[in-house]
């Protein structure tokens, strides 16, 4: 998978130019996300964006969020001005797609995966799964028959929220406890990035909640709670009930927008657990007053961090869990390496991005000590 962490994190937006009445291109209309002041009333909030020249797409009333759209220019800055306003950063600034991006569909294993659950049924051995002495990480916490599955199996009112890619319902260990009535997808396709929609199975950009096109989250989904049922492998807890918190995009991109939506949907329906093991494009790690990086992009990471964190707040005070992985890159972070990965995206056109990687250093670093907001 492209990517596994939930650490500090990232932004952008939606890049579109259209033609004026007379033929001449118009303005390039940009999306934002725009935090509200603590108190702040949504009116007064609303007016302050109107009268910056942005337009509400939606909000998020929860938390004091909402997403705008605007060919203005100098919308980030004249909002902020206002009382009502913390600041605005902009969602999902990919003008083309990136140099060394992956859009993954679904591949050829899927494709003849029903011979696989025929030959997982017909090896079933007895109490553990076929491919459990696969599973060297299972045996490493003895998540097994003789161990933990003996003593506690995890249960249908334990709700597990996957905040990933998506979830595959039809997956044979992942049906048994898939919850289609709470799942979600709070993403739309982006062919710019995901790949022409006709190419989806649902030959649509508006994915429903049971499927995941990219694989990542249905990958943790089964790490965390695949059924005990005589095919495949089993999770650690193999009778949770799996709530599909579908965030992230076909290509594994993921944007605040539907991060925040996400977090405080678990908090409203009663969710237990989130696990979130990806971090929000395009930085890996967000620093609040990184010397390498301009003034916006400092405003810019500190609001991220903001709004993150006050969905997580809003979360666990609603009684959510909230889980982060630790990421798969071997990062101390004691001894901080130069991240040659941020911004991982071109933001323009024209595919300039926001910074040379070169510009990445070890001051940048050491003086980010990148850690988690979560």
Same mark, same amino acid.
């Given at each position: 998978?492209?990517? @596994? @962490? @939930?650490?500090?994190?990232?932004?952008?937006?939606?890049?579109?130019?259209?033609? %004026?009445?007379?033929?001449?291109?118009?303005?390039?209309?940009?999306?934002?996300? &725009?935090?509200?002041?603590?108190?702040? %009333?949504?009116?007064?909030?609303?007016?302050?964006?109107?009268?910056?020249?942005?337009?509400?797409? #939606?909000?998020?009333?929860? =938390?004091?969020?909402?997403?705008?759209?605007?060919?203005? %220019? #100098?919308?980030?800055?004249?909002?902020?001005? %206002?009382?009502?306003? &913390? +600041?605005?950063?902009?969602?999902?600034?990919?003008? /083309?797609?990136?140099?060394?991006?992956?859009?993954?569909?679904?591949?050829?294993? *899927? /494709?003849? @995966?029903?011979?696989?659950?025929?030959?997982?049924? +017909?090896?079933?051995?007895?109490?553990?799964?076929?491919?459990?002495?696969?599973?060297?990480?299972?045996?490493?916490?003895?998540?097994?028959?003789?161990?933990?599955?003996?003593?506690?199996?995890?249960?249908?009112?334990?709700?597990?929220?996957?905040?990933?890619?998506?979830?595959?319902? #039809?997956?044979?260990? =992942?049906?048994?406890?898939?919850?289609?009535?709470?799942?979600?997808?709070?993403?739309?396709?982006?062919?710019?990035?995901?790949?022409?929609?006709?190419?989806?199975?649902?030959?649509?950009?508006?994915?429903?909640?049971?499927?995941? *096109?990219?694989?990542?989250?249905?990958?943790?989904?089964?790490?965390?709670?695949?059924?005990?049922?005589?095919?495949?492998?089993?999770? &650690?807890?193999? /009778?949770?009930?799996? &709530?599909?918190l579908r965030a992230g995009q076909d290509s594994g991109y993921f944007f605040l927008g539907p991060t925040l939506d996400a977090l405080t949907y678990?908090?409203?329906?009663?969710?237990?657990?989130?696990?979130?093991?990806?971090?929000?494009?395009?930085?890996?790690?967000?620093?609040?007053?990184?010397?390498?990086?301009?003034?916006?992009?400092?405003? *810019?990471?500190?609001?991220? =961090?903001?709004?993150?964190?006050?969905?997580?707040?809003?979360?666990?005070?609603?009684?959510?869990?909230?889980?982060?992985? *630790? +990421?798969? +890159?071997?990062?101390?972070?004691?001894?901080?390496?130069?991240?040659?990965?941020?911004?991982?995206?071109?933001?323009?056109?024209?595919?300039?991005?926001?910074?040379?990687?070169?510009?990445?250093?070890?001051?940048?670093?050491?003086?980010?000590?990148?850690?988690?907001?979560?």
């Open positions: 998978m492209r990517k @596994l @962490l @939930l650490a500090a994190l990232a932004v952008c937006a939606l890049v579109g130019v259209v033609a %004026s009445a007379d033929g001449a291109p118009a303005k390039a209309s940009r999306e934002y996300v &725009v935090l509200y002041e603590h108190g702040a %009333s949504g009116e007064a909030a609303r007016a302050a964006i109107a009268d910056a020249g942005g337009r509400v797409v #939606s909000e998020n009333a929860a =938390i004091g969020v909402a997403t705008v759209r605007t060919s203005d %220019s #100098s919308f980030a800055g004249d909002v902020a001005r %206002s009382s009502a306003i &913390v +600041g605005a950063t902009t969602n999902r600034v990919i003008g /083309k797609a990136p140099r060394d991006a992956a859009i993954v569909k679904r591949d050829a294993v *899927e /494709k003849d @995966l029903g011979s696989q659950r025929g030959a997982a049924k +017909g090896h079933a051995g007895a109490g553990a799964d076929p491919l459990a002495s696969a599973q060297w990480d299972m045996q490493m916490i003895h998540a097994t028959t003789t161990g933990s599955y003996a003593r506690q199996q995890g249960s249908k009112a334990v709700r597990v929220g996957i905040l990933d890619t998506g979830v595959d319902a #039809s997956h044979p260990d =992942i049906a048994p406890n898939f919850d289609s009535r709470l799942s979600r997808n709070f993403t739309t396709d982006d062919p710019t990035i995901d790949g022409a929609c006709a190419t989806d199975p649902d030959q649509s950009c508006e994915d429903p909640a049971n499927v995941d *096109e990219d694989g990542h989250g249905t990958h943790v989904a089964s790490t965390i709670g695949a059924a005990l049922n005589g095919i495949g492998i089993a999770g &650690v807890a193999p /009778k949770v009930d799996i &709530v599909n678990a908090g409203d329906h009663g969710v237990d657990v989130v696990n979130m093991s990806y971090y929000i494009d395009p930085w890996l790690y967000n620093c609040a007053a990184n010397p390498a990086d301009s003034p916006a992009e400092q405003r *810019e990471q500190r609001l991220v =961090i903001a709004a993150t964190q006050r969905a997580i707040d809003y979360a666990r005070d609603h009684g959510v869990t909230t889980i982060a992985a *630790e +990421g798969n +890159g071997h990062t101390d972070l004691g001894k901080p390496k130069t991240d040659d990965t941020s911004p991982d995206y071109p933001v323009d056109a024209n595919g300039d991005r926001r910074r040379r990687a070169s510009a990445r250093s070890t001051t940048r670093a050491s003086r980010c000590r990148r850690r988690p907001t979560a």
